[in-house]
């Protein structure tokens, strides 16, 4: 069974910091990693997708990387805006399907 | 360019009463998905559909039932709800690779 973990679970920071936040999983036998942003009381909105065969995809200010051997992805976040405060979730799927099993999400919150 | 419509977006039912959730998307897609999330919990699956006519069991599929009798839809059926099934619900639909979400259905049991 894929269990997702993300660290850290909360985060607040000034505005213009770069920002790392870190999502890892047990089972490397992944075909994509996808990684999502949640605004409170909202839906999920895709933000980058890796597939397997990627070492990273880059949107704007956001850039994700994937290492599968280690069971590890990195969404790097550049010079942070108060818009960018959101909970963020990465989602792998499991068990050799395309079923995206979800960590907790880190809650991020950028201050003026 | 709808993507993903879940019906409805709010609802309140009392004990001992049932619903269907609808979930609708326009792109084709074979899988679907239905979660819950609750604060703590993350996303847990409900049921999924790899195709018309299809579903299987999630992570925590007590209490609901599912359809898929058209390809772009799948419905989520809770029969006699229980305070416990207080959350928001989201479903998901993907071709292979990339999942996309509706807006949620929130859902409170009195």
């Known amino acids: 069974k894929q269990e997702v973990t993300q660290i850290p679970a909360a985060l607040s920071v000034p505005e213009g910091e770069n920002l790392v936040l870190n999502c890892s999983f047990t089972d490397s036998a992944i075909y994509n990693l996808q990684w999502f942003r949640q605004d409170p009381g909202k839906g999920l909105t895709s933000l980058l997708l890796i597939q397997s065969s990627q070492r990273e995809q880059t949107s704007g200010r956001l850039n994700a990387s994937l290492d599968k051997s280690s069971g590890r992805s990195t969404l790097y976040i550049a010079a942070s805006q108060p818009g960018d405060s959101a909970t963020y979730l990465c989602a792998v799927p499991s068990g050799g399907s395309y079923i995206p099993t979800f960590g907790r999400g880190t809650s991020l919150i950028v201050h003026p | 360019n709808a993507g993903v419509t879940q019906t409805p977006k709010f609802r309140v039912l009392k004990t001992g009463q049932s619903m269907t959730l609808l979930c609708a998307q326009d792109?084709?897609?074979?899988?679907m998905y239905w979660y819950r999330q609750d604060p703590g919990m993350g996303l847990r699956l409900i049921h999924y559909s790899v195709g018309e006519g299809t579903t299987a069991k999630g992570e925590v599929p007590d209490g609901y039932n599912v359809s898929r009798l058209k390809k772009q839809n799948f419905l989520l059926g809770l029969e006699s709800a229980a305070p416990s099934q207080t959350s928001v619900y989201f479903c998901a639909s993907s071709y292979t690779h990339e999942a996309f979400f509706g807006q949620g259905t929130r859902l409170t049991v009195v």
């Open positions: 792109m084709n897609h074979e899988y």
